[in-house]
């Protein structure tokens, strides 16, 4: 059997529903998602294994001006998927369209482009369709065609997972033929320590509203399996101040104890078994120029400027 394999790099501005299309084309909830911006802070492998084909898609942060170091960080991260895929997917939230932020996305993907001899398929993930009138679709589809750069158009609800089958069919067709990079049961590369991190930093997102100090991290610093079967594990909440301290504790403990409730229940069922989480909240001042932190991530601290 000839096997195809490849790295499918989705890309885009915050908050365009890369996370969900990761989730929506796996069939898993694997990447953490939020109505907030700039919910992914780093590459995430996602592997979906179908007959011959092997898609190892990658969800990235989104792009955009960067003014702190952790989110320059970020973005370099997002470029060196781009850099490194076999198939590129540009998500665009259809109801902002083709705005600065993401046409200045397009007009770098067109100056790299001319720039390497060997560029990527280039599929614009139309998302959100579910949000849109219907007749506003069509012009959006003729605008994406007059930008010129995209080898396909696929209009989707990553959300609703309407089209993510197209995505797969396109896709599939530009796997370059390999043999698998992935055992075919793998979902994920992400050390389950980390996706528990995630999983807690997603329900402090979700739980925290307006609130939510940008600068909150989550780290797990322990993670051992017991002698009944099930995992425990301790993980430390940072704040950049002391005075943020009381949003995430919340009334009596209440919210922090309701985001541990929560991101159990997420742990339990990606761990498949009883987990036992313990939250504590910790002070780390300087958090975004945190070399550590970003490491942890698996993000490369550079000071270079990106326009
Ligand atoms: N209605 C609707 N909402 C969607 C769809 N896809 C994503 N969303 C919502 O859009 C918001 C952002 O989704 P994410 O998947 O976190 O977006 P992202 O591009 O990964 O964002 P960052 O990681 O911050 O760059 C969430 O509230 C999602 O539920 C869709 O197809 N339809
Ligand atoms: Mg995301």
């Not at 259809?94 to 046409?103: A, I, L, S, V, Y």
């Not at 007749?135 to 696929?154: N, R, S, V, W």
């Not at 807690?200 to 322990?222: C, H, I, K, N, Q």
């Amino acid at each position: 059997m000839q096997t195809r394999a490849g790295f499918i790099a989705i890309v885009g501005a915050p908050n365009a529903g890369k996370s969900t299309l990761l989730n929506g084309l796996l069939g898993e909830k694997l990447a953490i998602v939020s109505p907030k911006v700039q919910t992914t802070r780093t590459n995430l492998r996602g592997v979906l294994t179908v007959d011959e084909k092997q898609y190892i898609f990658v969800d990235t942060p989104g792009i955009h001006k960067a003014r702190r170091q952790f989110d320059q960080a970020m973005v370099d991260a997002a470029y060196q998927a781009l850099i490194d895929a076999d198939v590129l997917v540009l998500v665009v939230d259809c109801m902002k369209g083709f705005n600065k932020e993401t046409m200045n996305i397009v007009e770098t993907l067109e100056s790299i482009k001319k720039n390497t001899k060997k560029f990527p398929p280039l599929l614009l993930a139309l998302n959100k369709i579910d949000k849109i009138d219907k007749t506003k679709l069509l012009p959006m589809m003729e605008k994406a065609g007059t930008i010129g750069i995209f080898d396909d158009i696929i209009p989707l609800s990553a959300l609703k997972a309407k089209g993510c089958d197209i995505v797969l069919q396109v896709v599939g067709q530009y796997l370059p033929e390999t043999p698998f990079l992935y055992d075919p049961d793998t979902l994920t590369d992400m050390p389950s320590r980390l996706w528990a991190a995630e999983a807690t930093r997603e329900r402090a997102f979700l739980l925290l509203g307006d609130e939510l100090p940008y600068s909150l991290s989550v780290e797990t610093m322990a993670f051992d399996q017991r002698e009944d079967g099930s995992v425990e594990i301790h993980q430390n909440v940072y704040l950049e101040r002391d005075g943020q301290k009381k949003i995430i504790v919340g009334k009596n403990g209440q919210m922090l104890k309701k985001i541990g409730e929560q991101a159990r229940k997420a742990m339990s069922v990606m761990f498949g078994g009883e987990v036992h989480l313990y939250l504590q909240v910790k002070i780390r001042p300087n958090w975004a120029s945190d070399i550590h932190h970003m490491r942890m991530l698996g993000l490369e601290p550079n000071t270079k400027k990106r326009k």
